[in-house]
């Protein structure tokens, strides 16, 4: 089975250009996650989506960021204008209805690493 | 104070050695807790789930402290294999939700 799929996997922009990013959730997961990774900051949640609705976005550092799903197989993180300061690796992650004290299992894909010049 | 704080290492240690990790949570009430490892340049991956009376899964055993407010993982009888960072990740949101929050990670080299 296909896993969560990211696109692109790098990319490198100069200052100020616009950055769209990609992810397809696993098929049937109604939760869709992006994270963003810094060395200094670790894993951040920036915005989680149920069943294509925004849940909470309140991880999203300023207006430059934007995340929209359009339908349950497509999500997209937008950057514009990007700053050297957004350089990390963009992780998207889905998973199956809401966590137990048992499960708690998110499927990431292999991620985005950005790197803006 | 960070919601979810760990010792980022590096921990270097000898093949077949026991080491073990701790991590702190801020939040009382945060109601699930898990570890996740990452290889390098690689993304996360759920590795076990941390129940209150603590659980074991071949050479890992994780455990959880409430009144402490701390989680640890043990590994025994370390491989190469095992050399990664570990993440503890909490679910701070009373009642459930989906709003995992991640530690910085601790790193693991395990050596010949």
């Known amino acids: 089975d296909a896993g969560v799929i990211q696109s692109p996997r790098h990319e490198v922009t100069e200052m100020g250009q616009e950055v769209t990013l990609r992810c397809k959730p696993i098929?049937?997961?109604?939760?869709l996650f992006w994270y963003r990774q810094t060395m200094m900051r670790g894993l951040e949640l920036l915005i989680y989506?149920?069943?294509?609705?925004?849940?909470?976005d309140s991880g999203m550092p300023e207006d430059r960021f934007s995340a929209k799903m359009p339908n349950a197989s497509f999500s997209t993180l937008k950057i514009q204008p990007s700053e050297p300061r957004d350089s990390a690796v963009y992780f998207c992650?889905?998973?199956?209805?809401?966590?137990?004290?048992?499960?708690?299992?998110?499927?990431f894909g292999e991620g985005s690493r950005l790197t803006v010049l | 104070r960070k919601e979810v704080e760990q010792d980022p290492g590096p921990f270097n240690v000898p093949e077949g050695a026991t080491v073990a990790f701790n991590c702190t949570y801020s939040?009382?009430?945060?109601?699930?807790f898990f570890w996740y490892r990452q290889d390098c340049r690689k993304e996360p991956k759920l590795l076990m789930s941390?129940?209150?009376s603590g659980n074991e899964d071949g050479r890992f055993t994780a455990q959880l402290n409430r009144a402490s407010q701390y989680i640890s993982l043990l590994i025994r009888d370390s491989k190469l294999s095992d050399s990664a960072t570990y993440l503890c990740?909490?679910?701070?949101?009373?009642?459930?939700?989906?709003?995992?929050?991640f530690g910085t990670g601790t790193q693991l080299k395990v050596e010949l």
């Open positions: 989506f149920n069943n294509n609705v925004p849940i909470d």
């Open positions: 990740v909490v679910n701070p949101i009373t009642g459930g939700g989906n709003k995992l929050t």
């Open positions: 992650a889905s998973s199956l209805a809401r966590f137990s004290g048992k499960t708690g299992e998110l499927f």
């Open positions: 939040n009382s009430a945060s109601q699930s």
């Open positions: 941390v129940y209150s």
């Open positions: 098929s049937g997961h109604d939760y």
